[in-house]
C-alpha cells in the first residue's frame, strides 16, 4: 500500500471516529463541539472582511481563500453570520455596496469586484437577498433609517426580477441557467445555451417569497402601509402558485417545472427543499417530505450532513469540482444545510437538528486541523473536504474556502446557547 493511499485511509478512519465517538451528541459534547469551532473560526473568520476600496464603498465580504471577489448570496449567508455574532453593520455595509451598483433600469450583478460589476455570462443578475439583507441588518441594529434613501432602488431591483425572470403564466420564477442560481450543475436546472430560462425553479420562488415579505416589513417600518400590503400580497400569490404548480402531494415532494411544458423535473436536489424554511406548506405535509427524503438515508441524509442530490439519482457523485461549475450533485454544502437544519427546527426535527449541527461542527474541525482552512463542499460519504484542491488553487497551494462555512458556528450556538436569532419568520403572507 503506498504513504499516500495509506494516508487517505487514516485519514477517513479518523474522521468516522470522530463522529462516532459523539453519536449522542450530548449538550456537554456539542459546547465542548461549539468551544473548539468558536476558536478556530476567530482567526479565520476576519480573512472574509474586506476593507472598502475603488468601487466598493464600504467594507464588503468574501468567501476567502479561492475567491477574491463580492458575491451576492455568499455576503448574504457571511453577513447573517455576522449578524448572530453581534457585528449587524457588515450586513448592512453588503446591503449598501450592492444598491450602490444598481443600475437605472433595476439590475445589478450577482459579483461585484472594486474595479466594478463583475461581466459573468452576461447579464448575471443577483440572487433575491437583498431586501432580507436589508431587514435582518435593520433589526439587528434597532435602525430602519438607512434603509429610506436606498428604497426605490429596491423596489427597482424587484420590478426589474419580476420583468426578466417571473413567468405570469404560472405566477412563478425562473433561474436563466443552472449557475446563475449558484447551485451551479444543479441537475434539476440546465447550463445548456439552448434552453435558456426554461425551468420554474423552487429555490428561486423561495428566495422572492421572502424578499416580498421582506419589503412588506421593511415598508411597514418605512411608514409605508400601501406598499407593505402591496408585496404582501405578492408573496401570497406567489405561494399560491408554488403550491399549485410545484408541490406534489402524491409524491409529497416540490419540484421544478417545466415552462413549455408544465411537467415537473423529478430530480430530488438541494433545491427541492429550500420552500421548507418559510411558511408554505402545511405542517404535516412538511413533516412528511422531511421524514421521507430528507432524513431518508438512502435520498438526502449522508454520514456526514445532507446531500446536495439525491443518493438514488443517476448523476450522484463527490468529485472535486470548482471549474468550470462547483459541484452541487451530491457533496455537502454547509449553506445548504444551515438552510435544511432551520427546516428541521422550524418543524419540529430538534433531535435530528442537534445530530447535523454536531456532525457539521466535527467535520469543519477536522478540515481546519489537516489544513489550517476549510473547504467550500464536503465529500457525502467520507467528509473530506472536495474543492478547492492544491491542484486547483493559485500557484498550486492551498487556497481555502471561508464563507459560509461561518455557519455552522451559529447552528452549533443555537444548540450549545440557545441563541438561535437567525430562525425569524418575515410574517404572514396575506
Given at each position: 500500500m503506498?504513504r499516500?493511499?495509506r494516508?487517505?485511509?487514516?485519514?477517513?478512519?479518523f474522521?468516522?471516529?470522530?463522529v462516532?465517538?459523539?453519536?449522542?451528541d450530548?449538550?456537554?459534547n456539542l459546547?465542548?463541539?461549539?468551544?473548539?469551532?468558536?476558536?478556530?473560526?476567530?482567526?479565520?473568520e476576519?480573512?472574509?472582511?474586506?476593507?472598502?476600496?475603488?468601487?466598493?464603498?464600504?467594507?464588503?465580504?468574501?468567501?476567502?481563500?479561492?475567491?477574491?471577489?463580492?458575491?451576492?448570496?455568499?455576503?448574504?449567508?457571511?453577513?447573517?453570520?455576522?449578524?448572530q455574532?453581534?457585528?449587524?453593520?457588515?450586513l448592512k455595509?453588503?446591503?449598501?455596496?450592492?444598491?450602490g451598483?444598481?443600475?437605472?433600469?433595476?439590475?445589478?450583478?450577482?459579483c461585484?469586484?472594486?474595479?466594478?460589476?463583475?461581466?459573468l455570462?452576461?447579464?448575471?443578475?443577483?440572487?433575491?437577498?437583498?431586501a432580507?439583507?436589508?431587514?435582518?441588518?435593520?433589526?439587528?441594529?434597532?435602525d430602519?433609517?438607512?434603509?429610506?434613501?436606498?428604497?426605490?432602488?429596491?423596489?427597482?431591483?424587484?420590478?426589474?426580477r419580476e420583468?426578466?425572470?417571473?413567468?405570469?403564466?404560472?405566477?412563478l420564477?425562473?433561474?436563466?441557467n443552472?449557475?446563475?442560481?449558484?447551485a451551479?450543475?444543479?441537475?434539476?436546472?440546465?447550463n445548456?445555451?439552448?434552453d435558456?430560462?426554461?425551468?420554474?425553479?423552487?429555490?428561486?420562488?423561495?428566495?422572492?417569497?421572502?424578499e416580498y415579505?421582506?419589503m412588506?416589513?421593511?415598508?411597514?417600518?418605512?411608514?409605508?402601509p400601501?406598499e407593505?400590503?402591496?408585496y404582501?400580497?405578492?408573496?401570497a400569490?406567489l405561494?399560491a402558485a408554488?403550491?399549485?404548480?410545484?408541490?406534489?402531494?402524491?409524491?409529497?415532494?416540490?419540484?421544478?417545472?417545466?415552462?413549455?411544458?408544465?411537467?415537473?423535473?423529478?430530480?430530488?436536489?438541494?433545491?427541492?427543499?429550500v420552500?421548507?424554511?418559510?411558511?408554505?406548506?402545511p405542517?404535516?405535509?412538511?413533516?412528511q417530505m422531511?421524514?421521507?427524503?430528507l432524513?431518508?438515508?438512502?435520498?438526502m441524509?449522508?454520514?456526514?450532513?445532507?446531500?446536495s442530490?439525491?443518493?438514488?439519482?443517476?448523476?450522484y457523485n463527490?468529485?472535486?469540482?470548482?471549474?468550470?461549475y462547483?459541484?452541487?450533485?451530491g457533496?455537502?454544502?454547509?449553506?445548504?444545510?444551515?438552510?435544511n437544519?432551520?427546516?428541521l427546527?422550524?418543524?419540529?426535527?430538534?433531535?435530528?437538528a442537534?445530530?447535523?449541527?454536531?456532525?457539521?461542527?466535527r467535520?469543519v474541525?477536522?478540515?481546519?486541523?489537516?489544513?489550517?482552512?476549510?473547504?467550500?463542499?464536503?465529500?457525502a460519504?467520507?467528509?473530506?473536504?472536495?474543492a478547492?484542491?492544491?491542484?486547483?488553487?493559485?500557484?498550486h497551494?492551498f487556497?481555502?474556502?471561508?464563507?459560509w462555512?461561518?455557519l455552522?458556528?451559529?447552528?452549533l450556538?443555537?444548540?450549545?446557547?440557545?441563541?438561535?436569532t437567525?430562525?425569524?419568520?418575515?410574517g404572514?403572507a396575506?
Amino acid at each position: 500500500m503506498s504513504r499516500l493511499i495509506r494516508f487517505a485511509s487514516l485519514t477517513a478512519i479518523f474522521l468516522a471516529s470522530i463522529v462516532q465517538s459523539y453519536a449522542a451528541d450530548k449538550p456537554d459534547n456539542l459546547k465542548q463541539t461549539l468551544t473548539q469551532v468558536s476558536a478556530a473560526y476567530a482567526k479565520l473568520e476576519p480573512q472574509s472582511i474586506r476593507p472598502a476600496e475603488g468601487f466598493i464603498k464600504y467594507d464588503y465580504l468574501i468567501p476567502a481563500g479561492y475567491y477574491k471577489q463580492m458575491w451576492d448570496w455568499d455576503g448574504f449567508f457571511i453577513g447573517s453570520h455576522l449578524v448572530q455574532q453581534g457585528k449587524p453593520q457588515y450586513l448592512k455595509f453588503w446591503v449598501l455596496d450592492f444598491a450602490g451598483a444598481i443600475d437605472s433600469d433595476g439590475y445589478v450583478a450577482g459579483c461585484i469586484t472594486t474595479k466594478g460589476p463583475r461581466p459573468l455570462m452576461g447579464r448575471f443578475a443577483m440572487k433575491p437577498f437583498l431586501a432580507q439583507g436589508a431587514l435582518i441588518a435593520s433589526e439587528a441594529s434597532g435602525d430602519y433609517t438607512w434603509v429610506e434613501p436606498i428604497w426605490e432602488s429596491m423596489r427597482k431591483v424587484i420590478t426589474y426580477r419580476e420583468k426578466t425572470q417571473f413567468d405570469p403564466k404560472y405566477g412563478l420564477f425562473f433561474w436563466e441557467n443552472a449557475i446563475s442560481s449558484g447551485a451551479d450543475n444543479n441537475v434539476a436546472l440546465t447550463n445548456d445555451p439552448k434552453d435558456k430560462s426554461a425551468i420554474l425553479a423552487t429555490d428561486i420562488s423561495t428566495f422572492q417569497f421572502r424578499e416580498y415579505k421582506a419589503m412588506a416589513a421593511l415598508a411597514a417600518k418605512l411608514g409605508k402601509p400601501d406598499e407593505a400590503l402591496q408585496y404582501l400580497q405578492k408573496a401570497a400569490d406567489l405561494k399560491a402558485a408554488m403550491l399549485k404548480y410545484m408541490w406534489f402531494p402524491k409524491e409529497a415532494m416540490f419540484y421544478n417545472i417545466r415552462r413549455d411544458t408544465g411537467q415537473p423535473v423529478r430530480r430530488i436536489s438541494y433545491n427541492s427543499f429550500v420552500p421548507l424554511i418559510d411558511d408554505i406548506l402545511p405542517e404535516k405535509d412538511a413533516k412528511q417530505m422531511i421524514r421521507r427524503y430528507l432524513l431518508n438515508k438512502d435520498v438526502m441524509l449522508a454520514p456526514y450532513g445532507i446531500r446536495s442530490l439525491s443518493k438514488q439519482d443517476p448523476d450522484y457523485n463527490n468529485q472535486a469540482i470548482i471549474v468550470p461549475y462547483s459541484n452541487w450533485q451530491g457533496p455537502i454544502w454547509i449553506n445548504a444545510n444551515y438552510m435544511n437544519y432551520i427546516s428541521l427546527k422550524r418543524y419540529g426535527f430538534d433531535k435530528e437538528a442537534r445530530e447535523l449541527s454536531g456532525i457539521l461542527g466535527r467535520m469543519v474541525l477536522a478540515d481546519i486541523a489537516k489544513w489550517g482552512s476549510m473547504h467550500e463542499d464536503y465529500n457525502a460519504e467520507t467528509g473530506e473536504g472536495l474543492a478547492p484542491t492544491p491542484e486547483e488553487s493559485p500557484n498550486h497551494v492551498f487556497a481555502g474556502f471561508v464563507g459560509w462555512n461561518l455557519l455552522v458556528q451559529d447552528m452549533l450556538q443555537c444548540e450549545a446557547q440557545g441563541k438561535c436569532t437567525f430562525l425569524r419568520n418575515y410574517g404572514a403572507a396575506r
